[in-house]
């Protein structure tokens, strides 16, 4: 098992430009989460997605859009990209979204943008 | 609100020390209670968790973690540390979401430095 794969490992971007940021889960987890970690702040929720078909905010949506496309995958999109939007990108998934449940993370994706 | 905090962004110690890493959560429902470790440009692993039950959680690695609910505690040991301890560990507590689902809210972070 591959367990949570993210794609791509790194990029560049140039203000304004868009780009889709990947993930995948081989574990047959039903929710998915992506994370946001700056230097200092800890990891920070973006987006979250309890079971496929759903998703909703968490605590630093805006700038973000998200898509559960099926069971295993969940995008993150960033439209229109801002130098505020570097960071490290964290995929992860659980069985489910009890309180009790492990998280399992992909490997990042280090984004900057000038 | 639930919220994390981790006393020290950084800590030192020798090969073969004691290791302490604090964490102090606020929950307003009974905390279940995470330490995750993350090495240098990879993801974060789950080292041990405390939900119900024992209040000494044993985890990965030889590190273990005490719930003290009178201290709104769950800090980290290990009794001798290793050079291969030395990471960035997130203490987290899992709580429910404005619209009812449950996240995680991690701490900002310690970074263990083990020197030989």
């Known amino acids: 098992n591959a367990g949570v794969t993210q794609t791509p490992k790194f990029q560049v971007l140039k203000t304004g430009q868009s780009m889709t940021l990947q993930c995948a889960q081989d574990m047959n987890h039903n929710s998915m989460y992506w994370y946001r970690q700056d230097p200092g702040m800890g990891l920070r929720l973006i987006y979250y997605s309890a079971s496929e078909g759903t998703t909703d905010k968490g605590e630093v949506p805006n700038g973000y859009n998200v898509s559960r496309l099926n069971k295993r995958e969940f995008s993150l999109r960033l439209e229109s990209a801002a130098p505020s939007q570097t960071s490290v990108y964290f995929c992860?998934?659980?069985?489910?979204?009890?309180?009790?449940?492990?998280?399992?993370f992909g490997p990042g994706t280090r984004l900057l943008v000038l | 609100a639930q919220s994390v905090t981790q006393l020290g962004s950084h800590v030192s110690v020798s090969e073969g020390a004691l290791v302490l890493l604090r964490c102090n959560y606020s929950?307003?429902?009974?905390?279940?209670l995470f330490w995750y470790v993350q090495y240098p440009n990879q993801g974060l692993q789950l080292l041990l968790k405390y939900t119900t039950g024992a209040t000494l959680v044993k985890g990965i690695n030889g590190f273990e973690a005490e719930f003290k609910k009178s201290e709104t505690s769950f800090h980290l040991t290990k009794p001798s540390a290793h050079m291969s301890d030395a990471a960035e560990y997130f203490c987290?507590?899992?709580?429910?979401?404005?619209?009812?689902?449950?996240?995680?809210?991690f701490g900002k972070g310690t970074m263990l430095l083990v020197s030989p």
């Open positions: 929950s307003s429902v009974p905390p279940y």
């Open positions: 987290a507590v899992s709580d429910r979401w404005n619209s009812g689902y449950s996240t995680l809210t």
């Open positions: 992860a998934s659980s069985e489910f979204d009890f309180r009790q449940e492990t998280q399992y």
